[in-house]
Structures are given as C-alpha cells and as structure tokens.
C-alpha cells in the first residue's frame, strides 16, 4: 500500500510548478533524493519543465517503503521553513497532511507513530552495518572540532537539534536523567564538561554509523552554524583531506541563501556517488555564457576603458571571479603528478567536487590540431590526480578559430570510465 496519497503528491507538485527550478532541487537535494527518468506514460499525463522535474525525483521514491516515504515528508517539511513558499499554503499543507493522518508538529510532517517506528528500527539497522571511517579518522576529526566553537552562532543546544532531532527525549550515557538535562547542565549552566567528552562520551561519535557521523560534520558546517565562509573552507578542507583515505567525500547538494548545504557521499563504481551534477551544470552554464560577460564589460557606462580579455590569463581571471559564488574551496594552479618526468599546473581544483577545471583560448598561433592534441595529454595527465573525477575543459573562442565546435566536443568528451571528461567550446 502507498503511505502517501496520489492526491497529496500531485497538490505538491502543482505547488512546484509555481517556483523556479533552483528550489525544487533545493527541497529535494536537500532531503537526500536524486532524480531517476521518470516513466514515459507518467511524462503523457503532464506539461512543462518544473512538473517533469519533480516527477524525476518522485521516480526514485518507493512510495510503499516508509523510509523513502519519509524522506518525501520530509521535503514538504522543508518547504514549510522557506520564505517563497506562502504562508496560505504552507497552512493547507499543515491541515490536509494533518487530515490525511500524518504527524504534524510545527514545521515537522512525520508518518504515524507505528509506521516511523518501523523507518527508525530499518535506519539502526542499515547504520550497524555501515562503518567504514576509520577509528584514526574519527577521532583526527573530532579533535580538530574540540579546539573550535562547534555550535558557532547558534545555542548549542539548538545545534545538537540538527543532528538529534530526538535530543529531548533521548537517554543519557553518563547518567540516569534525560541527555538534554545532562547537558544543559553540564555545558551550559555549570559548564564542567569539555567538548571531547560531549563528543565522545556523551553522543557516541567515536562509534556510531557512518551516517550519523557524517550528519553531524555537515551540521557544523551549515550556514545557520557558521556564517564565515573562510572557516567553512577550512573545516570543509580538514573534513575532506580526513575521510577521503576511508572513501567519503562531502559536497555540496543544494543551496540555502546563495550558501551550500554538504553531505557526504561515499565513492563507489557509479560516478554519481561522487559527482555533483548540479556542479556540472553550473560550470557548464558559466561557460557557455561566458562571451556575454565579455561583451558586457567591453561596454561600459559613461565611456570607461572597456575591460578586456587578451590572453589565457585573463580568461582565467574573470572565470575564476565567476566560480566564487558558487563554490566555497576553489584551488587555483594546482600541481598535477609528474607525468612522462614533467608536471603540470591545473588551472581549477575544486576539491569537494573532485572537479578539474582545463582554461585555453584560441588564437591563431594555435591550430586546432594542436589545441587537441593538448587536451588530450591534459585529460590523461590529470587523470592521475587523487582529486580529479571530473575534467571539464573550458575553450574560449571568440572568433571562431574551431569551425565544427560540437564535433570537437563530442570527440573529446566522455562520460563514462573512472574519469569523466567534458569539454566546452564558447560561444559556438
């Protein structure tokens, strides 16, 4: 039996219909759901871009399994804390999800009791199974966090919530009181206790499941935690050089205000398990667009000296600037291995992503011949590199140098094997 009503999903996805698609995937990115091809006979029964996008990620949802059911509430809890989401409408979601018998508390849609049950003894169960960080990486991570503020700006109390949603009424492993008491009165009014105990002793981190473990980094490092984006790029730094040797990553897989949410991912034999295609896009999207900033600074107010792009470096420069906003620890002139006795600089590292970022600019000394015979020692060479799963090659070509642009990308593009490469010419 389905535990959410067609009804209630197709009112949901009505009301996305109304956003632009940056929050759809905001909502559902955040709540851990991919998007899967949707079937061809539900694609017959709708129109436009935004429904089909949500019904992407409806696709990758088992809606008789409570675990994925709940993962949906929980994106429709989501919307419920967003400000382009009307107030109206977040009251009917309050009231139709109470009357179709779900839990509703404030801000929070959860299945009955008896059914959540079931998610949370299926969610303990998969966890025992899942510990592959090392204790060494563990205990390197939580050390570093002990000398930091790990709630930031928030009361910590408050913070913990964001792992432990069930914090208040959860045990203590100190004592007989509730753990919330233990550290309100521990932490906070007769502060005694050090951040190490907290972490260890208290909430178990040393030993819990890799997911839990991973939940709580990201927590540290959300926007409502820590809003200085220089420390955000420092923890995210530490936690990603720690995990990558026991195979995790964390990378960013929505955006809140302009900031990244993170969440580890796990490498494994599908790339999409450490591949942010939004990332992809992102970049791709820079890229493609990129003449028009171009032509925007070349025309400037009032008769001002235009700005202009002679050379590779400049590219570099004003592409980098583009990058910023969107990506918290970007690495520019990254060493590669040496490869055939040389090394090589790339020109972007961005780290969380595992993305390679290749700039070139056509010019007339340099044959089409030549610039890919250079990108095709590029890819081979950066293949090596322990951060490098994707390899996007960036060609600026404003005047036309490659005559068949989209035969030049399909040949040196390939989306599949250990390494993906893709490779962009602009404007074509």
Same mark, same amino acid.
């Given at each position: ?44 029964? &709708? ?47 309050? @009231? ?45 991570? +939580? ?64 030993? %819990? ?29 530490? =936690? ?49 667009? =990129? ?34 906003? =969107? ?32 700039? @070139? ?9 030549? +610039?890919?015979?250079?990108? &095709? ?10 951060? %490098? ?32 490469? @893709? ?6």
């Amino acid at each position: 039996m389905e535990l959410i009503p067609v009804a209630l999903r197709h009112n949901f996805r009505e009301f996305c219909s109304t956003i632009v698609l940056r929050q759809i995937d905001d909502m559902f990115l955040s709540c851990g759901i991919q998007r899967k091809e949707a079937s061809s006979e539900t694609l017959s029964r &709708i129109s436009g871009e935004r429904r089909t996008r949500v019904e992407e990620y409806y696709a990758s949802l088992d809606w008789t399994n409570p675990v994925d059911a709940q993962r949906f509430l929980n994106v429709v809890s989501f919307a419920l804390v967003q400000e382009y989401v009307p107030l109206d409408y977040k009251e009917r979601l309050r @009231k139709s999800y109470g009357a179709a018998g779900f839990q509703v508390n404030g801000n929070t849609i959860a299945l009955p009791a008896y059914e959540l049950q079931n998610v949370t003894s299926n969610t303990v169960s998969g966890d025992a199974q899942e510990r592959n960080i090392s204790d060494v990486t563990r205990r390197d991570i +939580l050390d570093k966090l002990c000398a930091w503020d790990i709630e930031g700006r928030l009361d910590l109390i408050e913070f913990l919530r964001m792992t432990w949603p069930d914090l208040d009424s959860m045990p203590s492993h100190v004592s007989r009181a509730l753990l919330v008491d233990d550290i309100r009165r521990h932490m906070i009014a007769f502060p005694d206790w050090e951040y190490d105990y907290l972490l260890y002793r208290c909430l178990k981190l040393g030993d %819990c499941s890799d997911e839990l473990f991973t939940t709580f980094l990201a927590s540290c490092i959300h926007p409502l935690v820590r809003p200085d984006k220089k420390e955000v790029a420092e923890l995210l730094s530490s =936690f990603n050089d720690a995990l990558q040797p026991d195979g995790y990553v964390m990378r960013p897989v929505s955006m809140q205000s302009g900031r990244p949410i993170y969440k580890a991912f796990r490498f494994g034999t599908d790339d999409e398990e450490y591949i942010v295609p939004r990332a992809i896009e992102i970049i791709e999207q820079l890229a493609r667009n =990129f003449h028009l900033v171009v032509r925007k600074l070349s025309q400037r107010y009032n008769q001002r000296p235009p700005l202009e792009i002679r050379d590779e470096y400049d590219v570099q420069d004003v592409f980098y600037a583009l990058l910023t906003p =969107f990506f918290e620890d970007i690495r520019p002139e990254e060493v590669a291995p040496s490869c055939a006795g040389g090394h090589a600089r790339i020109d972007f590292l961005i780290k969380a992503e595992q993305i390679v970022i290749e700039i @070139k600019k056509t010019r007339p000394s340099l044959k089409v011949r030549e +610039l890919r015979d250079q990108l &095709i020692v590029d890819k081979e060479l950066y293949r090596t590199h322990p951060h %490098c799963r994707t390899f996007i090659a960036f060609v600026y070509d404003p005047d036309g140098y490659i005559e068949n642009s989209i035969g030049f990308e399909r040949d040196l593009s390939s989306m599949s094997g250990d390494v993906r490469v @893709k490779v962009i010419v602009a404007p074509r």
